[in-house]
């Protein structure tokens, strides 16, 4: 088979548009490098030679495969525990007891952490619940977490992490909750149980309707990928998801407040989180 051939302009262009229609995601100029040496790989693996005959693949196969695979060649996944661990403070210390104070029923708390990346940041608020929060005994928690990357969340359910990953972890935390795999640090079985990990491409309304009844969202560092639209649209299907009265938490150069008007600003002592309104229905 010959090399497949370069990604002109117009090629660019055209991907660029279907992969935003498709995840919400809009590569700028600056990522041309990167896409380019994208889909020529994919290209290569599929013996497609031209970009037409490959993005006809994508486009129309069945399956929807391929399109999964590149979706997951294309996504960025670099994270490691306790980043922004203010937050986890936030959770513990003021959204969690305010959430209780106002509950009346025994049905679970619901933590939803999305993107999952590889898992640390799910796999973390499990740590920090339990080293933080007394009343987890009394209550119980449900945490899931999505990404669109099923590589990722194969990779999160196994719990395997290299040592950058777990620089941030106090030793007795790592002794505590991770062994030894090799030249890696595995999370303990109980922790990846307690976490269920799910797919999701939350620029879909179909996969975003079915995950709903979440008192609290991390979403962290994601929207930051999309434009105006597509932030604005993720915002109200996370304000759908939410139930009233609960919180979502955005990354640190990110703010709700230039993105969507539903949701009221939460100026806690450890962090600014966003609130869907107790009367909201």
């Known amino acids: 088979m010959q090399k497949p051939t370069a990604i002109s302009d117009e090629d660019f262009q055209k991907f660029r548009e279907f992969f935003y229609r498709k995840t919400g995601m809009l590569f700028e100029d600056g990522k041309r490098y990167f896409v380019d040496k ?69 049905r679970p708390i619901r933590i939803w952490s999305v993107p999952s990346s590889s898992g640390e940041e799910p796999y973390g608020i499990a740590i920090y619940l339990l080293e933080h929060w007394p009343l987890l005994e009394q209550w119980d928690v449900e945490i899931i977490s999505s990404d669109i990357d099923t590589q990722v969340l194969e990779q ?22 991770f062994h030894r795999a090799g030249s890696h640090y595995q999370i ?24 709903r009844q979440f008192d609290v969202i991390f979403c962290r560092n994601l929207l930051i990928y999309f434009d ?16 009233p009265g609960g919180f979502i938490c955005l ?19 450890e962090a600014i989180v966003y609130q869907k309104p107790l009367e909201a229905r």
């Open 38 to 106: 994208r889909l020529l790989e994919r290209m290569a693996a599929t013996a497609n030679e031209s970009f037409r005959n490959y993005f006809t693949m994508l486009r129309f196969q069945a399956s929807g495969a391929e399109l999964q695979t590149l979706i997951n060649a294309m996504t960025v996944n670099e994270t490691y525990f306790f980043r922004e661990e203010y937050q986890f403070r936030c959770l513990v210390d003021s959204i969690l007891p305010e959430l209780v104070a106002r509950r009346s029923s025994s």
């Open 228 to 243: 105006d639209l597509s932030r604005k649209k993720t915002a109200e299907s996370f304000f759908d998801a939410l139930n």
């Open 156 to 177: 999160a359910r196994k719990g395997l992490y290299a040592s950058r990953a777990i620089q941030h972890l106090p030793t007795n935390l790592l002794k505590k909750y």
């Open 188 to 211: 303990s079985q109980s922790l990846r149980e307690a976490v269920e990990f799910t797919r999701v491409n939350v620029h879909d309304a179909a996969d975003m309707r079915s995950h």
């Open 251 to 269: 990354g640190h150069s990110e703010s709700m407040s230039r993105i969507s008007s539903l949701f009221q600003i939460r100026r806690f002592p």
